[in-house]
């Protein structure tokens, strides 16, 4: 328990900062009558956007109706006081520190109180232990940075984010992207089995490497070193047939490592691989190694590659068999994970039976739930390749769904390098444009 003088300090410094009083709970405050006088002021300032004077507080008290038990004596002890005499340094770092405990501490209690009146069994242990772990992540996701939003009637608001756009390497891409990915954004590729969607999702993360973006590339199909392999014979120019081989070599690798991005003058991202086992990873699993490894690793990732959306798990209803509702949900949680953290999240998804063996156009009644994703995501692409395209080492990626920069159902030709798994647009072909919607 703090001495009472260091919870008034806290009391009067919080109620001016937002950024900690969002954080901030009345049952944090030990003090008699600290919690009550904290909601009463907190109170006021949700309704005036004010801090309320001495004065005000005491009306505000007695309109609850607690002017008996804390009388104008006691709020003139706790508004004796200057801030002033502190040093901001010192307060600030004060308050977040006590912010942060608090949290975590209530985060404990309410964990301890959940494991003991959860009954366990082999059927709901999966649930009960991701239940527990949102309990403490969910408590302690503190972001100090306090953000207000737009005010429409600033001018400046009304500007459009052109700039936080960056390239994906493909012009097709970044055409009807509107300049590329941008963070805080959901990208989904769809294709039927084995059509190459791990492939395209490997060489938009070359693509990013390359023109100097952090990225991650989750893999919950391919083992981690077969990804590694792919990325590698694309982006250090050895062949599918001899990399096992060219990879003991570690002079060469290393050699040919220090080459990307040389010819675009651009130093490269750093690129990280993981794998999670099949439909046993949630998306609360990749973000808490995606945070870790920027904590670990001193960096910012810009793309987040995952491979891919439907297997996996659905933390939320690990048992359930609606499909809808999995992929909505998962969708969902991915782009509010990319939100959070100012990620671009790209992903893949398989088209049913229907959308096999496609070579005009995907419908998007092609897409296994369709509309689950569909009122989630930011652009959908389709991958169309049949037997002739393929024996012809081509494809053409079809844009399906595009929330902000129309050019719905146009598709544009690609090439590709199977010998190194290189994808690499057609830039002899125009951009075929069945309806543009924009």
């Known amino acids: 328990m703090l001495p009472n003088h260091l919870e008034k300090i806290l009391y009067h410094y919080i109620l001016q900062k937002k950024e900690f009083l969002q954080f901030t709970k009345e049952n944090f405050f030990e003090t008699p009558n600290y919690p009550k006088i904290f909601t009463a002021a907190k109170g006021f300032i949700d309704k005036y956007n004010k801090v309320p004077t001495k004065e005000q507080i005491i009306e505000v008290i007695k309109i609850h109706g607690w002017g008996e038990t804390i009388n104008r004596d006691y709020i003139d002890t706790l508004y004796d006081i200057n801030l002033e005499e ?46 527990a ?41 970044d055409q009807v992207l509107g300049g590329g990915w941008s963070t805080k954004a959901l990208y989904v590729i769809a294709g039927e089995n084995k059509v190459g969607k791990s492939i395209w999702l490997a060489n938009l993360a070359a693509q990013s490497v390359k023109l100097g973006y952090n990225s991650a ?43 990307i991005g040389y010819d675009d003058l651009k130093i490269p991202g750093k690129l990280f691989i993981k794998e999670f086992p099949t439909s046993s990873a949630s998306i609360k699993d990749c973000e808490r190694w995606l945070l870790q490894m920027e904590q670990i690793k001193g960096i910012k990732f810009k793309t987040v590659f995952i491979d891919y959306i439907n297997i996996l798990m659905n933390w ?110 057609d830039m002899n072909s125009q951009i075929i444009l069945d309806t543009i919607n924009g």
């Open 86 to 131: 502190y040093d901001p340094e010192w307060l600030d770092e004060s308050s977040e520190a006590w912010v942060e405990f608090k949290n975590l501490d209530k985060s404990v209690e309410n964990l301890v109180t959940y494991l003991k009146t959860t009954k366990v069994d082999a059927g709901n242990i999966k649930q009960v232990v991701e239940t």
């Open 133 to 173: 772990k949102d309990i403490i992540v969910t408590g302690n996701n503190i972001n100090f940075k306090f953000d207000e939003g737009l005010d429409f009637f600033n001018p400046e608001s009304h500007k459009q984010p052109t700039l936080d756009t960056f390239s994906t390497g493909y012009d097709y891409l």
């Open 217 to 259: 590339v989750i893999s919950l199909e391919m083992r981690d070193r077969h990804v590694v392999k792919r990325l590698g014979a694309n982006l250090l120019g050895i062949t599918m047939s001899e990399y096992a081989k060219l990879a003991e070599d570690q002079d060469l690798i290393k050699k040919r490592l220090s080459t």
């Open 316 to 425: 939320r209803n690990p048992n359930s068999e609606n499909t809808y509702l999995k992929i909505k949900q998962i969708a969902e949680d991915m782009r509010a994970m990319g939100a959070r953290n100012n990620w671009a999240i790209i992903t893949v998804t398989q088209l049913n039976r229907s959308g096999f063996a496609a070579s005009g156009s995907i419908s998007l009644s092609s897409i296994a739930e369709s509309s689950g994703l569909g009122h989630t995501v930011d652009w959908m692409g389709g991958i169309i390749q049949d037997e002739l395209m393929y024996a012809n080492q081509e494809y053409m990626l079809q844009t399906m769904l595009n929330r902000n920069e129309g050019y719905k159902n146009s598709r544009k030709k690609f090439s590709i390098d199977y010998s190194h798994m290189r994808i690499l647009e």
